[in-house]
């Protein structure tokens, strides 16, 4: 079965500081990544996705991530975060073309300090 | 946009009682998910369903029932709440031809006493 770890489960940062959160999942074939955000009192909301092509990928509010295949890897970051960039951040993974379930990491906690 | 909605934000329900919980989205998505959101946990998958009566458990579905007897309508059942069962509730839903993205309702956090 796929499964899916995130790195850390808190993370607190100051404004500006530059953030990566770590995502690595499990399974060998074709999967469909996807990094989700819930800000405080919010619905989960898609950050960003990569099913195919330039591993880099650019999603909502500055975010990006990176597709290492040979590290299974999937790990979200940006440059310079903001106080409004506090959230939980939820990596996960689905089976390509032949599944639609997803399955998530645990989560992180960002606090960023004004 | 899509919507995803959930009868309730918040559910306070004694142990032993039955509970219904209800999904119901704008989109016309053929599959839709509940999910249950713990703390260091994630989001743990409880049932989906990928068309009308249709029905597949996920990681965690015991305790649970679920429903689907139109599309846009997915129902999560307790038969008999547990202070286990306390937990965020999320439903979402998807479709093939949005390449599978999901989309979440607001959530319903259910208290069992």
């Known amino acids: 079965a796929q499964s899916v770890s995130q790195h850390n489960h808190h993370v607190i940062l100051s404004e500006a500081a530059s953030l990566e959160l770590g995502c690595n999942y499990s399974?060998?074939?074709?999967?469909?990544l996807f990094w989700y955000v819930q800000y405080p009192g919010q619905h989960l909301q898609l950050l960003l996705k990569?099913?195919?092509?330039?591993?880099l990928v650019k999603g909502i509010k500055g975010f990006e991530a990176e597709f290492i295949k040979s590290k299974f890897s999937f790990n979200l970051r940006k440059p310079s975060v903001q106080w409004s960039d506090t959230a939980e951040y939820f990596c996960a993974v689905n089976l390509g073309a032949a599944g639609n379930k997803l399955t998530f990491g645990g989560g992180t906690r960002v606090l960023v300090k004004p | 946009d899509v919507k995803v909605t959930q009868s309730s934000r918040y559910l306070v329900k004694r142990t032993g009682e039955k509970v219904f919980l209800e999904c119901v989205q704008d989109?016309?998505?053929?599959?839709m998910f509940w999910y249950r959101q713990d703390p260091g946990l994630g989001l743990r998958l409880i049932y989906f369903s990928y068309d009308v009566k249709m029905k597949e458990k996920g990681d965690i579905p015991e305790g649970y029932s679920v429903s689907r007897e139109k599309k846009e309508r997915f129902s999560l059942i307790l038969e008999s709440a547990s202070t286990n069962q306390t937990s965020m509730y999320l439903c979402?839903?998807?479709?093939?031809?949005?390449?599978?993205?999901?989309?979440f309702g607001p959530g319903t956090r259910l208290t069992v006493t």
């Open positions: 990569y099913f195919s092509g330039d591993p």
């Open positions: 989109m016309d998505h053929e599959n």
């Open positions: 399974y060998g074939g074709t999967v469909n």
């Open positions: 979402a839903s998807s479709s093939p031809s949005t390449e599978n993205e999901q989309y």
